[in-house]
């Protein structure tokens, strides 16, 4: 299977650069998986599309500040460093800009010296080993200097560093913004509640392979970079009783559908408490085994998201979906409008 099958036209001015005002005020387009047919909406109307018994699964990690930029010691030359995952203690896996300035042994430091770093090893994919230092909790140093890590196909400075946090963020340690639940308000999500929707949590950490074009040419030679998992056994519980009685399943986000598909294929199609690190790739052909439904953002052309959503709903649905969103003007990425395929 070819990556060019994946492909569609997208107008760069249709790439949303800024959020909304109200996070619940985006568009929706709603895919009928199964026949294709479409339906235009308002996000926070997703609950009329949503019945008693169904169970949303939201992501609940939280994005790290994890953009810092400081000084290469014996030099004074300017560098940057993204933050991509915690290897063990206060070492990191990052990226860094210019990499070729920083080697094993390098001298870092970052808010004239508040934080500070020494490169110990090189990672795959040409990324940096750091070791930090400072007085403290990391975490409160890298929320007094670090900046949001938005995608690079956004140039607009974030003036609310919130707003690329869901409200029900917890769990930190993402590179990214588990972008799908961006939509969702506190109102709403009571909103569903109170309907008789059952609302849980899982957390998976998005890394930065998110953002990574498919450089492959056929989609099977891509490989996925792994990301840390976790399910609750509250959660495991509650989607068997889900499934049990005839509810669907229904995920925020290609984040939340990779970690239950990931449980599902490791427990033989039952929910498990789980842990770990996932690398699957989903694309045409695979077998759902967790989801029922999927709300999601509108994807990069030829990205391993775009596929997903074409396994889910069908490669000809989905690109005629886009074609059709393209053309009524939707905003796209991750500050754009959302999808519901049900």
Same mark, same amino acid.
């Given at each position: 299977?070819?990556?060019?099958?994946?492909?569609?036209?997208?107008?760069?001015?249709?790439?949303?650069?800024?959020?909304?005002?109200?996070?619940?005020?985006?568009?929706?387009?709603?895919?009928?998986?199964?026949?294709?047919?479409?339906?235009?909406?308002?996000?926070?109307?997703?609950?009329?599309?949503?019945?008693?018994?169904?169970?949303?699964?939201?992501?609940?990690?939280?994005?790290?500040?994890?953009?810092?930029?400081?000084?290469?010691?014996?030099?004074?030359?300017?560098?940057?460093?993204?933050?991509?995952?915690? +290897?063990?203690? &206060?070492?990191? %896996?990052?990226?860094?800009?210019?990499?070729?300035?920083?080697?094993?042994? =390098? *001298? !870092?430091?970052?808010?004239?010296?508040?934080?500070?770093?020494?490169?110990?090893?090189?990672?795959?994919?040409?990324?940096?080993?750091?070791?930090?230092?400072?007085?403290?909790?990391?975490?409160?140093?890298?929320?007094?200097?670090?900046?949001?890590?938005?995608?690079?196909?956004?140039?607009?400075?974030?003036?609310?560093?919130?707003?690329?946090?869901?409200?029900?963020?917890?769990?930190?340690?993402?590179?990214?913004?588990?972008?799908?639940?961006?939509?969702?308000?506190?109102?709403?999500?009571?909103?569903?509640?109170?309907?008789?929707?059952?609302?849980?949590?899982?957390?998976?950490?998005?890394?930065?392979?998110?953002?990574?074009?498919?450089?492959? +040419?056929?989609? &099977?030679?891509? %490989?996925?970079?792994?990301?840390?998992?976790?399910?609750?056994?509250?959660? =495991? *519980? !509650?989607?068997?009783?889900?499934?049990?009685?005839?509810?669907?399943?229904?995920?925020?986000?290609?984040?939340?559908?990779?970690?239950?598909?990931?449980?599902?294929?490791?427990?033989?199609?039952?929910?498990?408490?789980?842990?770990?690190?996932?690398?699957?790739?989903?694309?045409?052909?695979?077998?759902?085994?967790?989801?029922?439904?999927?709300?999601?953002?509108?994807?990069?052309?030829?990205?391993?998201?775009?596929?997903?959503?074409?396994?889910?709903?069908?490669?000809?649905?989905?690109?005629?979906?886009?074609?059709?969103?393209?053309?009524?003007?939707?905003?796209?990425?991750?500050?754009?409008?959302?999808?519901?395929?049900?």
């Amino acid at each position: 299977m070819k990556v060019d099958l994946f492909d569609f036209h997208l107008p760069e001015e249709l790439i949303a650069q800024t959020p909304l005002e109200k996070r619940a005020e985006s568009r929706l387009l709603v895919l009928n998986k199964q026949t294709g047919e479409m339906e235009h909406d308002i996000f926070k109307n997703i609950i009329d599309h949503i019945q008693p018994g169904d169970c949303l699964v939201l992501n609940d990690t939280r994005v790290l500040p994890a953009r810092l930029f400081g000084l290469k010691q014996e030099t004074g030359a300017k560098i940057e460093v993204l933050l991509l995952k915690q +290897e063990e203690n &206060d070492v990191w %896996e990052t990226l860094i800009k210019p990499a070729k300035r920083v080697k094993k042994g =390098a *001298l !870092l430091e970052f808010g004239n010296g508040l934080l500070k770093a020494e490169c110990v090893g090189e990672s795959d994919h040409g990324g940096r080993l750091l070791r930090f230092s400072y007085e403290g909790i990391f975490y409160e140093v890298l929320e007094q200097l670090g900046e949001m890590p938005l995608p690079p196909y956004i140039k607009e400075q974030l003036d609310d560093r919130d707003r690329y946090q869901t409200v029900f963020a917890r769990e930190r340690g993402s590179a990214a913004a588990p972008t799908a639940g961006l939509h969702f308000t506190e109102e709403l999500l009571e909103e569903l509640t109170e309907k008789g929707v059952h609302v849980t949590f899982i957390t998976l950490h998005v890394g930065l392979g998110t953002f990574r074009p498919v450089s492959a +040419e056929n989609v &099977d030679e891509h %490989e996925m970079h792994s990301e840390f998992y976790q399910v609750s056994e509250g959660t =495991a *519980l !509650l989607l068997n009783e889900v499934r049990s009685k005839g509810g669907r399943i229904i995920t925020v986000g290609t984040t939340s559908t990779r970690t239950l598909e990931t449980i599902a294929t490791s427990h033989n199609g039952e929910f498990a408490a789980d842990s770990g690190w996932t690398d699957i790739f989903i694309f045409p052909g695979y077998e759902f085994k967790a989801i029922d439904g999927m709300i999601t953002n509108f994807h990069l052309p030829k990205s391993t998201l775009i596929m997903l959503v074409s396994a889910l709903a069908g490669r000809e649905n989905t690109l005629h979906a886009y074609k059709t969103a393209v053309e009524q003007r939707y905003r796209f990425f991750s500050f754009g409008d959302a999808m519901l395929i049900l």
